[in-house]
Nanobody
């Protein structure tokens, strides 16, 4: 069975930090490009950060220099380190694994940035 399980979300004050984790099982993790998306009510899900099978990273302009995506293929886990968090980063964050037309999604983890 395919699983993607996110963790690490929560409530943090503006300027704070969080690290999200996404553990994968049931498929060959290292062969998939991985990404973190986020969604707020009434808006489309947006890509925040992505990391390819070879480790190439890309980021949305809104999070560049604040968020870092990484992966550990030995642990089948992808991470999103977030610093200098802002209120507008508040969203449900989803982990995604993609290979060609195959897309796997996690259940999401809530990140709330508020004082």
């Amino acid at each position: 069975q395919v699983h993607l399980v996110e963790s690490g979300g929560g409530l943090v004050q503006p300027g704070g930090s969080l690290r999200l984790s996404c553990a994968a099982s049931g498929w060959i993790f290292r062969k998939f490009n991985m990404g973190w998306y986020r969604q707020v009510p009434g808006k489309q899900r947006e890509l925040v950060a992505a990391i390819s099978t070879s480790g190439i990273r890309s980021y949305a302009d809104s999070v560049k220099d604040r968020f870092t995506i990484s992966r550990d293929n030995a642990k089948n886990t992808v991470y999103l380190q977030m610093i200098s968090l802002k209120a507008e980063d508040t969203a449900v964050y989803y982990c995604n694994g993609k290979q060609g037309s195959i897309n796997y999604w996690g259940q999401g983890t809530q990140v709330t940035v508020a004082s």
